[in-house]
Every structure is written in C-alpha cells, then in structure tokens.
C-alpha cells in the first residue's frame, strides 16, 4: 500500500505510465478507447464574433468540430449556429447563462437544459444529443437532469486543454494539444473571450500537425459511436 501510495504522489513526469486522460465515474465521458487515430476538437461558451474566423479555418481544412454553445449566445448570434450545422460540426449543449449545475437543483437544471436545448432546436431544427457541465462541474443531480433531456455529458481529456483562452501563446496551445495526444482524445479549447488572436494562429498548426500524424477530426457523437461499437 505504501509503495503504491509513493507511485500516486510522484510528479507526472516522473512517472513511466502515460498520463491519465479522464476520470472514471459512470455517464461521463472525458475521451473514448479506440486504436484508430481519431480526435475530437471542441469549442466552449460561443457563439461569439470569434466564432466565425474558428469556422473559417475548420472549413479550410474541412474538418468538423463540437461546439458546445450557450443559449444565451445562440439568441444573439443565431445564423452563426446555423452556419456551424451547414458546415457539419456538432452543436451541444452548455447551459444557458454559463451557470455551475452543480450548484442548482434538479429542477432548476433540467429546466436551464430543456429551455436551452429548445433555443438550438428552434435555430438548427435538431436536438443537441450531447452538453458539457460549465466549468467541468458535475454531481449526480447534473447527470440526472443530462440523462432526463436526452444529453450525454462530455468532459474532455486532462492532457488536452489547450488553454486558449487564458493568454496562452500561439506555441503553447499548440504544445497542450500536441505534447499528450492519443487517438480517442477530446480536445478542449473555447471560441469566446477578449484575445482569440493566438487560437486563430494556433488552430491551422494544429490541423496540419494532426493530418501529418494520421489523426482524423470528428464530432463527439461520432467519436462516440464509434466508441459504442467497439464496446463488448
Ligand atoms: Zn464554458
């Protein structure tokens, strides 16, 4: 027990084992097993006037992403959303107002959720399958109302934050993103804040790097099902 207990509290890099990517509690994910070189890129609290430039490039290199999009952000840039959908990426769930789930009651997070997924269908015409809990904040109320609105909670890979909307230089985000990555990884940036500037410089590195590796973008949902069907 101890020797274990020694392993748990040497730092990281001392440690010969990958790092761990995601934690273990039932109905959430943070990546997906799979041998195959998939990676799902994932955008939080837009749509914002970032949101277009991010599209630009994604379409560029016609890759999809997972936009987990706040409702209070879809009433005011709706054709934004819209245009997420006509370029083939995700759009997901991630409260309305940004609040911390876990800090509100069943009712108040099925209601916030419901409420939210109606805006998105109103603008795209489809449910979102998939939210993410602001601020990674999850407890068993949280999955409960996910689970009752028909959203499976995504969380993403612990070696994949890419910090981008903290002043993370242009080479740092891409080193977050790089240093770690496996095939199955959800990658977490945000398409919302006041300097977007280095993301925009960040994004098509990354995209190059990841198709000169053999990595292919997909939504969650399809990293999902592919999870699914690897699944005894
Ligand atoms: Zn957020």
Redesign the pocket.
Known sequence: MALVLLVLWLPAELQASPPTRGGQTPGVTWYVKTPQRLVALTF??GPSPWTPRILAILKAFGDPATF?V?GSQAVKFPAVVRREVLLGMEVGN?TYG?INLAQHSFGQDYRDLQETNQILNGITNTFPTVM?P??GAYNATVLHAASKTGLRVILWSWTENSGNWKNVPVAGIVARVMRHLQGGDIVLF?DAGNNLGPTLKALPIILKDLRALGYRCVTVSDLLNKMSRHSP
């Open positions: 939080n609290d987990f706040l991630h940004h993410r602001p601020y945000h």
